[in-house]
């Protein structure tokens, strides 16, 4: 039995059997939750291709599975972020359980977790594209707005990835049939045009980033933090794949410039956004813009040090989302998002993580978030005046803007030490917790980035040709 099939098909069997609790929301989610921590474990520490003892049977897991002439493979190249995508995937299905997320999202994430890990494993990569829809298509189901009425955060989700999955899948052929690959050798311009075009689409680039902003507005905030964290960690492994296959993207400067154009575009207008929005979803949405675009500007710079700081920015990207969501979705009042108000007292524990994540999605001191941009002030060097005030400028705008939020949360109310819900109070101030050590501590993430980057061999074995 191979390893990417024994991950596929116990998770599917987890997600049928979560889509039939799905009346009983503990036991779907705890059973989700439970399933994606034990395949992200699996993923990273099982042994593959030797034999091995479980209770006494031997077992022997090949690396890959070959289904319709292409192959899954689970390797040291991707075990990291395979787990990473399932261990993620838990920790928000454990929020979705402890903020009354829809009993839709148990079954629908395992699916998008799937989806997703089979994208990584894929072997040619350039197909990968076909799965990260798919994932797209069962995260449109965690989407729906609760309350039944029409929305445009599925309908936008469906049609983005649906057209990332088709200019992808066309420029991939051209490359293939071309012959394209290690070599640096440049493709004919329509196919570079065409695999630029699907990247942009995959990492939520402006003017692609509108599901984004409908999902916040619209869905769970939970729901909400669980695709937009998966979706653009499979967008930004599938950069540096693309990267790492193709040394023709990694000698042409105009890629890297255009890269660097696409991050600080990006932060300015996610933080030029952040500054006009007062609604705490859509103001999470523009923050994650902001964030993501650093790390853009961390794989611009070419170098294998700016690869592991966009990778490690992951890590803490994940964590600040899952907290700020589950801070804010318990700060909401009723099913249409909007934020309560009078006199009902607010939990300390909910209204801290609401404001400490947002606060690590800008990179402000003391945060995990703030390792991520010094890192990337670092590596681009300090001719880069530009990146600087675009950093600098940022990580104050954000942090204004959800400093500002708060105190209109805050004002007139009174916050409680506890809130209901043991579950909810110890994710809470875990994910606190974390984001204080890392921000103190910010090796673990770097650690974790170049351990990721270790399985890129066309990045780590040395870059530029």
Known sequence: MSGPLLILVAGGIVAGAAFLLRAR?????????GAGALLGAIAIGIVLGAPFQVLGIGVKLEEGWTVLG?????GEHNRLPVGFIFLAGSVLLLSGLASGASRRMPAAGMGVMLALAAALMIQPFVFSPALI????????????????LGGRAAARILISYSLAMMVMLLAGWM????????????????????LGLGLAI???????????????????????????????????VLLLQSLDAFAWMRADPVVMELLRAAGLLMMVLGSIWCLAERRAGRLVAYALLVDFGVSLLAVASGTLEGYAVALAMMVE??????????GIATLLDGSD????????????????????????????????????????????????????????????????????????????????????????????????GAIIVLGLAPSILFAWGGAVLAGFGGLSLGGIP
């Open 133 to 148: 829809a798919s994932a797209a298509i069962a995260a449109s189901v965690i989407l729906v707005r609760a309350d039944g």
């Open 70 to 74: 292409r192959s899954l493979v689970l």
């Open 337 to 432: 998002g909007a934020e309560a108000s009078g006199p009902r007292p607010i939990s300390q524990a909910s209204f801290a993580a609401a404001v400490i994540g947002g606060l690590c999605l800008a990179g402000f001191p003391l945060t995990a978030g703030f390792a991520g941009r010094w890192s990337t002030l670092a590596v681009l060097g300090e001719g880069d005046v530009l990146a600087a005030v675009a950093t600098a400028g940022t990580i104050g705008i954000v942090a204004y803007a959800f400093g500002r939020w708060g105190r209109g949360v805050i004002v007139g109310r009174r916050v409680q030490p506890a809130g209901s819900g043991v579950l909810r109070r110890v994710l809470l101030w875990s994910g606190i």
């Open 202 to 236: 995959v990492i939520v680039a402006p003017p692609f980033h509108t599901w984004l902003t409908a999902a916040a507005e619209e869905a769970h905030p939970v729901a909400f933090g669980f695709t937009a964290i998966l979706l653009q960690t499979a967008g930004l």
């Open 25 to 33: 929301p503990r036991l779907s989610f705890g059973l989700a939750a």
């Open 175 to 194: 490359i293939e049939i071309g012959g394209v690959g290690a070599i640096a050798t440049a493709p004919t311009r329509p196919a570079s045009i065409l």
């Open 317 to 326: 990207r994940g964590l600040a989302v899952m907290v700020v969501a589950l």
